[in-house]
Each structure stands twice: as C-alpha cells, then as structure tokens.
C-alpha cells in the first residue's frame, strides 16, 4: 500500500511538470499549428544557463527569474528567425526545422559544457514530507513543483479568458485573417505565443533538471512524454495539458514503479498510440465547416 | 551563324554519343547502372587501405538505410523520427543468432530484415491514422524507448557490453575488411536496384498518389492505409538490414549504438542528399560516415575538448537540417537535378542533344497545401 | 493581378464618394471580390495604387490598413466562429478605444441589433446566417471606420432579410462620412440603396455610373447583370 501511494505522489509530482512543458506545445501549437520538437531542449538551455549562473555565485530566485526570462526571450527569436520565414509552406518544413534545433541545443549544450558531471540543484529540500507518522515520497520540492505550475496554469487561463492580449491571442489563432482585418497584430501575438511557451518550457527544465541526470539529453524523455500528454488533452487547451500531463505522469510512474524504470518510455509510447487511435487525428483538426 | 568550338559540344554533336542510351526497360537500365557501380566500386575497394574499406562499407550499408526512409518520407510521404529504433532490431537479431545459433549467414540477415519488418507493421498500422507532426511524434518516442528495452533485459542482451558479432570468413587471401565492405556494397547494390525497380513500378505510382492526396487515391481505388502500411514495412526492413550490417561494421552490438541522435541523423543525411531520391542517399550516407571524422579535426583546431567533436558532429547535422529546410528542400540530388536541367537547356539552345538522365523520382517534403515537384 | 495564370483583375480604376454607397457588380469571376481584398491589403496586386483620404495604401499590412479605418467584411462573412458574439464585436474595438468607450460601443450595437443581444454570451458558431451576417455589420461599425467594404453580404440570405439589411446600410451611411463599397450579386438589391454603381466584366470596369440611371437600362441590366 505504501508503495502505492508514494508512486502516486510521484507520479502526480512528474506529470505537474510534464503538464507545464505539455502547456507549451500547447500554446505553440494554438498559435501556428505546429509542434516545437525543440521545446524540451529549449527548456534545457535556459536550465544549463541558470546552472552557470548559480555557479557565479548568483543567489537561486535571482537564476530563476533571470532563466525564465531568458526562455520569453529564446522562444521569441526562434519563432522570428526560423519559424516566420516558413510560414505559409508545407506544414511539415517547420516541425523539421524544430528537429534540427533539438540537436544543434544539443549540441550547443554539450560542446559549451561538455561530459563533466553537474548536478542541478533543487529549490527546496527534495526529503520527503512527514505526513502522521509516515515519511511519504512528497517532497517540500514536490510542493513547489505542484503550486509553481499551477500557478502557470491559472496565469495562463485567466491571461486567455479574462484580458483583452488574451483575446487577441485567441482570435489570432483562430482566424488570423480576419483578425487582422479587424487591425490586430497578429504577427506579434503569434511571437508573444512562442515567447510565453518559453518560459513554460523554462521551468520545466528548472523543475526536472534535480533529479535528472542533467547531461545535454535530460530534457529529451520529458519531451515525447509532454508531448503524449498534449496530445491526450487534445494539444487545444491548457486545461487539456494539465489532464494530460497528470494521466501521463501517473502512467508512467506506475509503469516504473511496477515494471521497471526502462519500461517507461514503452509504457508512454503504448500509452500515445492508444490516445492516437482512440482521438482520431480529425477531431484536433478545427472543423472549416463552421466558418461561413 | 557557328557555334563557338567547345570540345564538349563537338562531342555532343558527335552521332555515335547520340546512339549511347540506357535501354529504356526500367529494370534492365537499372541492373546495368548496379553493375557499373560494382566494377567502380571493386577498383576503389581493392586500391583503398583496410581501414578505408570498412569506410566504403559503412556508406554502403548507410544508403541502405538512407533509401529505406527516402521511400517512406519522400516518395509515400510519411516522415519517421524513429528509424534508430528499426536499424537496432536489425542488429539486436542478428547478433543474437550468431551469439545463440550457428545459422546461415545470409538467414540471419533475412531474419534482421524480417524482425524489423515486423515492428515496421505494428508502428506502420497505428501510423496509417497520422499526419505529419503526430507521425513524427510518435516515431520519436519509438526511437526513445526501444533501446532501453535491451538495457531491461541486460542478461539476454548483453547490457552495457552487448552482443558481438563474428564476420563470415573471407574467401581466400581476400583481407576481412574488404570482404566485409564487399558484402555491404553488394546488400546496398541490390537494396537499390530492387527500390528503384518498385518506384518505377505501379507501387511507386501508388505511394505517390497517397502522398499527394489521400481522398483522390481512395477515390481512384487505391487502398490507402494498405499502401501506408506497406512502406512502412518495406522501409522498416531496409533499415533493419542496415542495423545488421552496422553491427558486423563495429564487431558489437549495444544501446549506445543507438541513440535518438542516430534517427535524427539519419533525418538529417536523407533531407541533405536529397529527400524522395536513390542516389541521393549516397551523398547523405558520406556524411554520416565523414561528418564525425571531420568535426574531430574541426574541434582539435578549435581547442575543445575531448568529447565536445561528438556535440560539434550533431550541432552540424542540426545545422544541415535546419538550412535545408529552409533553403534547399531538395538536398543535393535536387540540386544536381536542376543544374543538369539547365545545361540541358542551354546545350539544347546551342544544337547539343544531353544524355536524359533519370533515376528516379524525387520528391520533396510538403503537405498536402504545397505544390509538389515530382520525377 | 493575377491568381496563378489567372488574372482576376487586369485594369480596374474606381473612386468612390464619402456619405454614399457605391455598388460593384458583375457576374461571378468578375473580380469584386479581389478587388476589395486589394483594397483591404489581403491581396497585393502588380501594379496600381489604393488611395484613402490622402494615404497610399498599397503594400501596406492588412492590420495598419484596417487601423486607418478601413473596415473589411469578406466573402464568407468572417464570424470567428470560436468566440461569443460580445468577444468578436469587443475584438474590434481593442485597437481604436479605452475602455469606457468600448462598452458603450458594443451596448450601441446591440441597440441597432436587438436580436443579437440575446445571444451575447453564446458562441458565434451557434447563430444563423443572418444572425451573423448582423453580427459582422455590427462588427464593421463599432469602429466607426471611414471605409467599409462590403462582399455579398446578402448571400444566403432570405428576400426579408436582405431588404432589411439594405435599409440599415443605407441608413447608417445617410449623413455620415463613411464611404461604403458595396459588392453585390444581388444587383437589384444593391442598386435600390447605391448611389453609384460600376459594373465589373472580365477584371476590368465597364460601366461607371449613377444607380439610378444603370437601374433605368434595360439593356445594360439584362447583358451583365441578369435581369
């Protein structure tokens, strides 16, 4: 029994974060139908760079705001260098170049900070919360992690439903052309959009990285298991990333907790092709019907 | 008015240059073209060192691979981020029955390409309801979780160590390596004969038409999902072949032999040479063998260290990728194509009659919006 | 301008008056409906210019063309099916108005539309074609643009409702400044409201005129406008 529970502590800790990187593609995919394959590997850059700059002695928060910045900045000029120019041509051009970015971030990575062994560390204790008598597998950083992603959640759904951005936002990805006609700038917002999912991607690599083994591929698995949870939750919605990242995450954990940890990666992609099958392709595709 | 006095084009006027033409029979002009790149490749091989042999080797077995996901992505048009995965099966199979068993060399291989075929049909099935981002999607997670799987099983698979594998002895004082070499080229030889033959054939015309427009080929009668599901396997199988060949290249068999890294690459030197081609690949497949040699020299000018040529090799692929896309979706062969299209042209406008060259279809990546160049 | 080999529009010279409608028509594949993307930015031609109120129009974005106060109604009407009905009229008015302003804009409009009122919190997807058709009128107006384009609003619409939807056009150009460029299948209709009318054939102009006078010619009616 206990070991049920703490896998399922676990396994909700581990979906929260793919929940986040899962609400990155998400908004990606909103605003220019297209999935940022390089989302996890972005995440892991601005992770390596908060790495330097702890180690400059630069305090923890002061990184982490400063990483979270930096990932709003990073996903903007990926949109305008790589992704505008590409627009308007075949749907798969742009997912190819997202593929590459994933490997040259690698590479980067690797080459600037080479094989030497760091670890990353956690922003609060990582030993596990006293719950009656028991120790439980929940952790005060598990907390942080749960509160910090659902505090980007709920930024993002109240940024989408309640602001007039958030408007723009959702109109401009609806219908860019005539949301352009009614004068919005639609261009930026589609920028903004990639910016935004930055910094998710940002903090998700700030919240795996501890517990990884923090080499240039550590974000690679949170990548395709944040891409299952998209794809769960319908790669449409944020409320969808969230279901789909819990789902996933508890998956996984129980594949893990149960099978073995090397299973994990079979038991998610089981897990993605049954969600494929189950949600045929159309019903993401928005209905072109509906618009006379 | 005379025509400036060029060589080449005295030649070209040259009625016996005229006569030279492959014969049309598609099967017989490519069996011809196969041969006249074995007897080259026989000169390169017996001149070359041994450690330049196993090079030649491993571009052979490259292109086998390289054509496999040609077929899949360029010419039915379903991309495949996992090919790592079909290239591992391959290797796993055959490293196992030679660990295990005392099987006939070439049933081992077949044994390799029907393993991977399998899992081509279990991945391919599932695909037939994928457009591109899910596809590639799903194909990368494959990629990611089927090396761990021998990992799991360390005992049966050899864990970190893996499997080994023995060559088949060379005949007579022929040396391992160019024996070596020599059943890799003639496995890449004949991989393309056979896919340049299907691309010619009807089932070339049906994985292209489903590419292009689904709902059009269903309506014409095509069974799409079939056709899908086909080149999936067809692809799966030329990788797995490959995979095996790549493990009696490096003499072991092991997980580290395939990363994710190794599927995108793969992306990467189809796209490069020239994505829906044949003998593209063999551009694509150079660059996978020399890249890594290249970007050693490349980071020991630069002073980094001793691991960053790895990172600096994939940081290059990324690289390729990303400019290709961009700026030449057509990789080289695309390129080759259209320069020699002009100089047809141009000898056209000048009186010269050029040799018609075709190899094949090619294709480039695109969805359903984008108008496509075929043949 | 062309599409692919086509050339929708060889040589098309119009001006149009503030306070007034003018009617572009023509039978299908004339080219109203490109020459209105034109105009609006959506389409940019090879040659030519757009002038409005002094500006040159021509190349500029689709967004800084409609933020000079043109006011763009496509083909197809261009209800954003995924919003409400208050969302898709307050999305209009972001660039031009604070806040104040804003809703005192939308409540105006759905004074002029009382029927659509009723559906303010309901997504647009869910009204009919004249609903919407009220809907992307109203969304046009609250910006109080001074150029608004008009394509075939009355299509698939019934007779009542599309007289109706003349009327309220011609009313809310009467007295104003606002110049009102109407393209129309429906010549008749369009002619009852208009008070210049240009006929497209092929891409290119050939006819300029009072409405009234193009109403009067038989002739004319029958040849190009079918009836």
């Known amino acids: 029994m206990g070991l049920f529970v703490n896998i399922t502590l676990d396994g909700l800790a581990n979906g929260m974060i793919f929940a986040a990187l899962a609400l990155a593609l998400v908004l990606i995919f909103r605003a220019t139908r297209i999935v940022n394959f390089a989302q996890g590997a972005m995440g892991m850059i601005t992770t390596f760079i908060a790495s330097s700059l702890l180690g400059r002695g630069v305090a923890y928060w002061w990184a982490f705001l400063a990483v979270l910045a930096i990932g709003f900045v990073l996903g903007a000029l990926v949109e305008r260098v790589l992704i505008r120019p590409l627009q308007g041509k075949s749907e798969l051009n742009p997912v190819i170049v997202t593929i590459g970015l994933l490997v040259v971030l690698e590479g980067v990575a690797g080459t600037i900070y080479g094989n030497s062994s760091r670890g990353f560390p956690a922003a609060y204790s990582q030993s596990g919360l006293t719950v009656g008598h028991t120790k439980i597998a929940f952790s005060h950083f598990d907390v942080f992690i749960l509160v910090s992603v659902l505090v980007l959640m709920i930024a993002t759904l109240v940024l989408f439903r309640a602001t007039s951005l958030g408007l723009r936002m959702r109109a401009s990805a609806f219908s860019g052309e005539i949301s352009r006609l009614l004068g919005v700038r639609v261009g930026l917002l589609l920028t903004l959009g990639w910016a935004l999912a930055g910094v998710a991607g940002s903090l998700a690599g700030l919240l795996v990285a501890p517990t990884s083994s923090f080499s240039p591929y550590f974000m690679d698995l949170v990548l395709v298991y944040a891409f299952t949870a998209a794809v769960i939750g319908g790669l449409e919605s944020p409320v969808g990333a969230l279901i789909g990242g819990l789902i996933t995450g508890l998956s996984i954990s129980y594949v893990g907790g149960y099978l073995g940890s090397g299973l994990q990666p079979l038991g998610a992609l089981v897990l993605l092709m049954v969600a494929l099958m189950a949600r045929p392709e159309g019903i993401f595709a928005r209905p072109p019907a509906r618009r006379v | 008015m005379t025509p400036p006095a060029v060589p080449g084009l005295a030649l070209g006027r040259a009625r016996w240059f005229r006569r030279l033409r492959l014969p049309t029979q598609p099967l017989a002009r490519h069996m011809i073209l196969a041969l006249c790149g074995a007897a080259v490749l026989y000169v390169v091989t017996s001149s070359l060192s041994p450690y330049n042999d196993f090079e030649v080797g491993e571009i052979a077995l490259y292109v086998i691979a390289l054509s496999g996901l040609s077929l899949l992505t360029g010419v039915n048009g379903q991309i495949s981020l996992g090919h790592g995965a079909f290239m591992a099966v391959g290797a796993y199979a055959t490293a196992l029955l030679m660990t295990h068993t005392h099987l006939n060399f070439l049933l081992e291989l077949l044994a390799s390409i029907g393993a991977a075929a399998i899992l081509g049909l279990v991945i391919g099935i599932p695909a037939t309801r994928l457009k591109g981002p899910y596809l590639a999607g799903m194909t990368l997670l494959l990629a990611l979780a089927l090396p761990p799987i021998a990992d799991k099983w360390s005992t049966t698979f050899g864990g970190d160590q893996g499997l080994t594998t023995t060559v088949p002895a060379a005949p007579g004082t022929t040396n391992p390596e160019e ?11 004949i991989v393309v004969v056979l896919l340049a033959n299907l691309l010619r054939s009807r089932f070339g015309r049906t994985f292209r038409a489903v590419r292009d427009d689904e709902i059009a080929a269903s309506l014409a009668g095509i069974h799409v999902a079939r056709t899908k599901v ?11 072949l490959a995979g095996a060949f790549l493990g009696l290249s490096t003499g072991v068999v092991n997980t580290g032999e395939f990363p994710l890294t190794l599927s995108i690459q793969l992306l990467a030197a189809m796209v490069l040479g020239g994505t829906g081609t044949l003998m593209g690949m063999w551009w694509g497949a150079v660059l996978l063998v020399y890249l890594p040699q290249w970007s050693t020299s490349l980071s020991g000018d630069f002073n980094l260290g001793s691991g960053a040529s790895a990172y600096l090799a994939t940081i290059i692929f990324g690289v390729v990728l990303i400019v290709a896309m961009i700026a030449a979706p057509t990789g080289i062969q695309g390129g080759l194509r259209w320069a020699w299209g002009r100089i047809s042209v141009f000898g056209s406008r000048l009186g010269v009659s050029t040799p018609s060259v075709s190899e094949g279809p090619g294709a480039t990546l695109h969805g359903p919006d984008q108008v496509r160049n075929s043949g | ?5 086509i050339e929708a529009l060889r040589s098309v010279t119009l001006t149009a008056r503030p306070g007034a409608i003018t009617a572009i028509l023509g039978a299908n594949g004339a080219g109203k409906t490109t020459l209105l993307r034109t105009i609006s930015g959506l389409v940019k031609p090879r040659a030519g210019t757009v002038r409005f109120s002094g500006h040159e129009l021509l190349g500029r974005a689709v967004e800084d063309i409609a ?19 208050e969302e898709n009229l307050r999305l209009a008015t972001l660039w031009s108005m604070g806040r104040r302003e804003r809703q005192g804009a939308i409540e105006a409009t759905f004074e002029l539309f009382p029927r659509l009122s009723g559906f303010r919190r309901r997504h647009a997807s869910t009204l009919s074609g004249g609903e919407r058709q009220m809907l992307v009128i109203g969304r046009a107006l609250i910006s109080r643009p001074r150029l608004l384009l008009l394509d075939e609003p009355s299509l698939g619409l019934a007779p009542l409702v599309t007289a109706q939807l003349m009327v309220l056009l011609r009313d809310q150009t009467e007295g104003t400044d606002m110049t009102v460029v109407l393209v129309e299948q429906n010549a008749r209709s369009a002619l009852s409201v208009s008070q210049h009318a240009v006929v497209l054939n092929l891409g290119e102009v050939v006819v300029s005129d009072d409405a009234a006078t193009i109403a009067a010619d038989s002739g004319l009616r029958h040849h190009y406008l079918g009836f």
């Open chain 2, 179 to 189: 024996w070596l070499a020599w059943i890799q080229i003639m496995g890449a030889l």
């Open chain 2, 230 to 240: 086909i080149a999936f396997v067809i692809s799966a199988g030329c990788a797995g």
């Open chain 3, 1 to 5: 301008m062309s599409y692919g080999a």
């Open chain 3, 67 to 85: 933020r000079q106060g043109v006011a763009h109604v496509p083909e197809g009407r261009g209800v954003i099916a995924e919003l409400t009905v």
